[in-house]
Each structure stands twice: as structure tokens, then as C-alpha cells.
């Protein structure tokens, strides 16, 4: 059996690296599978790329002008929508004629068209789709978000700057993939059951069978190893439990980085007793942004709790990172911090979480360095010794703290 793949790239986009993974395990499974793209980043024998020329490129452009027109001319969402009027005609091409089944991928942004894949279908030959995003369901869009308007008919959309038109482009092009996929055989298939479910509602797929098959991946590559050497070859201490959440592009809400900020918000309420053993781990592009997500949210809860102490005599905020952070120096009136010696830290380091002492320097260097973090202390706590020492050192601040504290609220 021969298999064809089609996909817009063959290396770029979370759609063609499983479009690209499957093919090779088809081959290893004895089929004879190829892909089809515009965009060829290899050298892959396997992979047949489309012939390039300005009219390729003149299809791109063309594609996102009628998108931007309808937009009223606002840059806003113009990726965020593909209407498939532009494309090339592969039923032509051997590697088409060849093939005994047509599996479409991602094949927006010029690759294919309506008319194109009209064309594969009236070929008669079968066709798989997996669906890498919703747009397949929808009139226009790649992810719905709130809308549901593609479960009944697309219109108004949300994703058109000030149109909100009943007859928009949304709706133009909801009615034309209706007319396509009637009375066609399309076997439509959906790598997350959170995407199965969607494409079950659209109006456009009533009548057509919907099946969720998750995206392959090499298991001789991804596969359970040692723990305790994996989280110190990643700099991940061993003695928390540890949250894992990656994606393309971290701040992208389409991702799912809301649903983090929300599940550590309700952790953090629901099991205090958590907060010392748990940890966050984000990998991806813009993973730093993270922390600008979650700073608000943070800030809030402080703002909360110090107005739940306001009768207490004073408080402490716990922050380990305050200096890399200025916004929690607002909500301070002294900075304490508490110091050793880089080798006395680096060496009760490895004795918490095993790491050596090149590990712990090279977590050391994303941090503020000591001396940064004295020249902002206002008092420090002298660590280095027994817990002995450091208790009688606490209770002499306590004291210290409950004198400015007390003299505060006289002058006040």
C-alpha cells in the first residue's frame, strides 16, 4: 500500500512533526509512505516538496490580502483565520496518482484550496484528515475559543475586525466547506479527545465519522528513564513534585497556560501543606513570560494576606527571587536576607538535591549575585552556622522588628 501525506511544512509547526514522525513510522511498518509539501527543510529522499516560483508565494500573499480587506485593514487575527482560496492542484502529480490513500495534514496558508481539495475528493481516492487544529470544523478560524457559533453556522466572527456581519466571510466559507464535505467520504481524525469533541459539534462534520488517534512518537526515543539522574542532568531539584507544562509558544492562551495559572491558584488554596513540595516546570518558547503571568497573582494574594494581618504587629513576605523582582519591594518596608558563602551554598545545594557543584553554579548564574542581593538588605541573617545559632539570631530580629514596628504605630 502506498500512503501519501500532504502537510504545508515538512519540519516547521507541531503539525509537521507528526505528519513527519508517522510517515517514518508507516515506513518502518512496511508502507510505502511519502510526504507531500511546499515547504521542504531536509533532505529527505522521502519528501516531496512543490515547485517553487513567484506564484507561490503570490498565493500566500493573495490569501492574507482578502483576509486583511475583510478585516477592514487591521493586522489584527490576520494568522488566526485561513480561507483556502488559493492553492495547487496535486491530483497531477505522480506521487498523487500513486498513492493508494491520501492523508491530509496542516494544508493552510497557500497549500491547498477548497477547489484542490475538491479535487482529492472526487479523485475517488480515500481520504484521511487529521485535524491539527479546528479549522477543518470551523467556518474560518483555527481555534474557536469562547465561540460556538461553527456548531450551528458561522457568522459574526469574532475574529473579524469590526465586521460582525451575519453574511461575513466566516459565513462564505462555513458554506462552501458545508458543500464541499456533502455526500463525500472523508475520514476525519483528531489527535486530542479535547479536538474530538469540537469536531463532534460542528455542523459541518454531521453525517461524517470523527476519530481520535493521538500523534505517534519514536518510544525508542520517549520513554521512562531514571528519574533521579534525568532532574539532575535538567537542574530540577530531587525533592519536589514537580508540575510539567511546555508548549510552542508559552504565552499563547490557545495552549492552555490559563488552566496552569488556575490548577497552582487552587493547589495553593486547597493544600497549603503543598506549597513547599511542589514545583513548576515550563519549557518553550517564552517560558520566561511565565513569570510575568503569575507575578499579579501573586502580588494579589499578598496584598490579601497583609490585610488579613493588619493587626498583627508585622509580617513577613517569603520571596526568594525579591530582588530579581521589584514589584515585591513595594510591598515591603525592610529587606532581610538571609546569607552564606557561595561554598557553604553550594554545598548544602548538593546535599538537598544532589547536584554538582557546575550545576549549581550554572542555576546560580540566572539568578542575582550575593553581592547584588546585600546591597539591597537593609539587615542580614547570618546562616552559615548550627540552627542553634540561627535560632537565637531570629528571635534577636523578632525583637528588633517588634521595636521599629511598635515605634511605627506611635509616630503614625
Not at 185 to 212: D, K, M, P, Q, Y
Not at 239 to 261: A, C
Not at 364 to 389: C, G, I, K
Amino acid at each position: 500500500m502506498r500512503v501519501l501525506l500532504i502537510n504545508t511544512s515538512e519540519r516547521i509547526g507541531g503539525a509537521a512533526i507528526a505528519a513527519s514522525r508517522l510517515m517514518e513510522s508507516l515506513k518502518n511498518h512496511g508502507i510505502k509512505a511519502k510526504l507531500l509539501v511546499r515547504d521542504k527543510q531536509t533532505d529527505q529522499i522521502s519528501v516531496v516538496s512543490l515547485d517553487h516560483n513567484w506564484r507561490m508565494v503570490w498565493k500566500f500573499v493573495w490569501e492574507r490580502i482578502v483576509i486583511w480587506s475583510a478585516n477592514r485593514f487591521n493586522k489584527k487575527n490576520i494568522f488566526a483565520v485561513d480561507i483556502a482560496n488559493t492553492g495547487t492542484d496535486i491530483t497531477s502529480l505522480p506521487e498523487f496518482q500513486h498513492a493508494d490513500v491520501i492523508h491530509l495534514h496542516w494544508i493552510n496558508q497557500g497549500m491547498l484550496s477548497l477547489k484542490n481539495i475538491e479535487k482529492i475528493l472526487a479523485s475517488g481516492k480515500p481520504v484521511v484528515w487529521t485535524m491539527h487544529d479546528m479549522w477543518p470544523c470551523t467556518g474560518i478560524c483555527h481555534h474557536a475559543r469562547e465561540c460556538t457559533h461553527y456548531q450551528q453556522e458561522c457568522h459574526n466572527c469574532p475574529f473579524i475586525h469590526g465586521g460582525r456581519g451575519k453574511r461575513d466571510l466566516s459565513y462564505r466559507i462555513f458554506h462552501k466547506k458545508q458543500a464541499l464535505y456533502r455526500n463525500r467520504h472523508i475520514n476525519f481524525v483528531t489527535c486530542s479527545r479535547w479536538l474530538e469533541e469540537r469536531a463532534r459539534t460542528s455542523a459541518l462534520f454531521c453525517g461524517h465519522a470523527v476519530t481520535c488517534i493521538p500523534n505517534p512518537i519514536n518510544t525508542n526515543l520517549f520513554k521512562p528513564r531514571n528519574r533521579q539522574e534525568a532532574r539532575s542532568r535538567c537542574l530540577l531539584p530531587q525533592d519536589k513534585k514537580l508540575m510539567l507544562f511546555g508548549s510552542v509558544k508559552i504565552t499563547d492562551k490557545r495552549k492552555g497556560i490559563d488552566y496552569l495559572i488556575e490548577s497552582c491558584r487552587l493547589l495553593a488554596d486547597k493544600h497549603p501543606e503543598l506549597r513547599e513540595q511542589l514545583g513548576v516546570v515550563v519549557f518553550g518558547n517564552q517560558s520566561q513570560q511565565l513569570e510575568n503571568l503569575l507575578l499579579p497573582l501573586i502580588l494579589n494574594k499578598i496584598q490579601l494576606q497583609k490585610q488579613q494581618l493588619a493587626s498583627s504587629t508585622y509580617g513577613i513576605v517569603d520571596v526568594p527571587l525579591l530582588i530579581e523582582n521589584p514589584a515585591f519591594k513595594a510591598e515591603t518596608d525592610r529587606i532581610l536576607v538571609v546569607d552564606v558563602p557561595e561554598s557553604v551554598q553550594i554545598e548544602r545545594v548538593h546535599q538537598r538535591n544532589g547536584f554538582s557543584e557546575e550545576q549549581t553554579r550554572q542555576i546560580m548564574a540566572t539568578q542575582a549575585s550575593r553581592t547584588d542581593r546585600l546591597l539591597h538588605a537593609d539587615d542580614v541573617l547570618d546562616n552559615t552556622h548550627s540552627m542553634e545559632e540561627a535560632k537565637i539570631k531570629v528571635a534577636r530580629l523578632h525583637q528588633y522588628y517588634q521595636s521599629i514596628a511598635q515605634t511605627l504605630k506611635e509616630t503614625a
